[in-house]
């Protein structure tokens, strides 16, 4: 499969606790994004790699969650302290110059 | 700002048409449409590139008017598995990062 992947699918964690999420581009795609969708809605832009370098962080985003993409390949999405706010879809989609492909998504419920 | 669609929802019956409209308040690079079915991820169908270049799936048909940064999605013939949620995602003008900002969505029902 050469598809977008993320792991895990699911997690359920309690308030407080810290998680993330790791998503593996299609390999010859050099921009990655992260989105978050809750039930209903669109998807929420996140932030946005080229390469290895985020060149771009939603200003909703809180200073609790991080992303890397080390080397320009995977990337992880960590959230700090998580709160109940923060259960939602998370997607990771991949280019490589217009279209964006999406993974099946990290789905995080916080308890 | 987050673009607005239209209709909110839709039923058809199989073989019938369908057009889905969204509108941005600002000057647009790109629009990008994408189908969502309950639980799955979203799928590309198709992009709209300012200058008028077209990338998607041979059986969808989409439009962009670039002086009323309008997109619409026509959809002819509809089968069931059309069934789902649309989204139009947004790229503003001069961006060329493809952050995509999407509409609220608008859910589509084909019944037999």
């Known amino acids: 499969d050469t598809g977008v992947s993320q792991n895990p699918r699911h997690k359920i964690t309690k308030r407080g606790q810290n998680v993330t999420f790791r998503c593996d581009p299609i390999?010859?795609?050099?921009?990655l994004y992260w989105y978050r969708q809750t039930l209903g809605q669109g998807p929420e832009f996140l932030t946005y790699f080229q390469n290895e370098a985020q060149l771009e962080k939603s200003r909703l985003l809180s200073d609790r969650f991080s992303a890397e993409r080390p080397k320009g390949s995977f990337s992880t999405l960590e959230i700090q302290r998580t709160e109940q706010g923060d259960s939602a879809m998370y997607l990771c989609a991949s280019s490589s110059r217009y279209e964006q492909f999406f993974g099946p998504g990290t789905r995080l419920t916080v308890l | 700002q987050q673009p607005v669609q239209s209709p909110q929802a839709v039923i058809l019956r199989e073989g019938e048409d369908a057009v889905i409209n969204c509108s941005s308040s600002?000057?647009?690079?790109?629009v990008h449409w994408y189908r969502q079915k309950h639980g799955e991820a979203p799928v590309f169908l198709m992009i709209l590139l300012k200058g008028g270049e077209q990338k998607g799936h041979e059986k969808i048909s989409a439009s962009f008017n670039e002086k009323k940064q309008q997109s619409s999605l026509y959809l002819t013939a509809s089968q069931l598995s059309y069934s789902g949620t649309y989204f139009c995602?947004?790229?503003?003008?001069?961006?060329?990062?493809?952050?995509?900002?999407f509409g609220q969505g608008t859910t589509l029902q084909v019944k037999p």
């Open positions: 390999s010859e795609h050099n921009r």
């Open positions: 600002k000057a647009l690079y790109s």
């Open positions: 995602g947004t790229e503003d003008f001069p961006s060329n990062t493809g952050k995509l900002i």
